[in-house]
């Protein structure tokens, strides 16, 4: 063979390969009677089982948004205010920075 005749039998195989697949999913889908969306990529299924929850993930990422909340004040009030770092946790520091913004 020469490359011609295999260039132009590779896309032929592939046709072939992917009417083999639609077949099998239209039969499985005839089956159960219900119209269904499939994926021709085995790997891209949602049939896997989720180690961890969404719900926790979202828990994880907003307490990792808090620390570094909570991580980014103390670090500038000690550098940039030159303060003491835990100082800022106070409600009074709050409460003072609040009546400065306010002009009292």
Known sequence: MNQKEE????????????????????????????????????????????????????LIILGLFLISLIAGLIVGYALIGEGKSIQILNWETWQSLFNFMNGK
């Not at 195989?13 to 085995?42: I, P, Q, Y």
């Not at 989720?50 to 979202?58: A, H, Q």
């Open 7 to 58: 260039s132009l039998k590779a896309p032929a195989a592939e046709e072939k390969h992917k009417e083999k697949e639609t077949e099998t999913l239209s039969e499985t889908n005839e089956k159960d009677g219900k119209k269904k969306w499939f994926r021709f990529n085995k790997k891209l299924s949602n049939d896997r089982i989720r180690m961890v929850p969404i719900w926790v993930r979202l």
